[in-house]
């Protein structure tokens, strides 16, 4: 069965046969030209997948667009997101960027965090996390462990980052409804 697949503020690249969104009209992938910060023009459950490589970071409301992601994506779908680590040049260095997040920033979104629906009551599992460090820590086998053990990523995160530095993070949802 063909997969729908929406790729959100996708530039000049999208996964082969995804429906591609920018707001750019120079984006020459883009199938569709939209504001993301204006919501979605899908339908509820339409895609079997939403993906989003580094754009969540440049829109307006991170609660509102996860929302709109969560809404279009069919009940057992995915969604693909990758961002800056905050401790990355590149998540400061672009003046566009909104947002500066960490591996843990999407645990508020119906997870096993204790605070569980404090904003939201939509709800993801994370499938995956993939977090990418700087080459020499990679090479010392840093990003292996952050990888690994969780435990050893929350370390990471308060005690390490600012040294051992983050490059991009990449996470894979289940979207779950009712
Ligand atoms: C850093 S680029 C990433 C492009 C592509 N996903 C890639 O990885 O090569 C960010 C993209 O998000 C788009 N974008 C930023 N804000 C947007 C918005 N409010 N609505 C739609 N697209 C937006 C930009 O036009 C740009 O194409």
Redesign the pocket.
């Known amino acids: 069965m063909v997969k729908r697949v929406l790729e959100?503020?996708?530039?000049?690249?999208k996964a082969p046969g995804a429906v591609g969104?920018?707001?750019?009209q120079d984006?020459t992938a883009a199938d569709v030209i939209?504001?993301?910060?204006h919501g979605l023009p899908f339908r509820d459950d339409w895609f079997d997948q939403v993906r989003g490589?580094?754009?969540i970071e440049?829109?307006n409301d991170v609660m509102k667009t996860m929302s709109e992601i969560h809404r279009v994506t069919r009940p057992g779908g995915t969604i693909y997101l990758v961002t800056p680590h905050y401790t990355d040049f590149i998540s400061w260095c672009d003046p566009?960027h909104r947002w500066h997040l960490n591996s843990f920033s999407f645990r508020y979104f119906g997870q096993i965090h204790g605070q569980r629906h404090w904003y939201t009551r939509l709800d993801l599992r994370e499938r995956a996390l993939h977090v990418e460090l700087a080459r020499l820590w990679k090479w010392l086998g840093v990003q292996w462990l952050v990888n690994h053990f969780v435990w050893f990523r929350r370390f990471w995160e308060m005690y390490l980052c600012f040294i051992v530095r983050g490059k991009q993070m990449e996470f894979t949802f289940e979207v779950v409804k009712e």
């Open positions: 959100l503020g996708c530039g000049r690249t969104v920018d707001s750019n984006a939209c504001d993301l910060n490589v580094h754009v440049h829109l566009t």
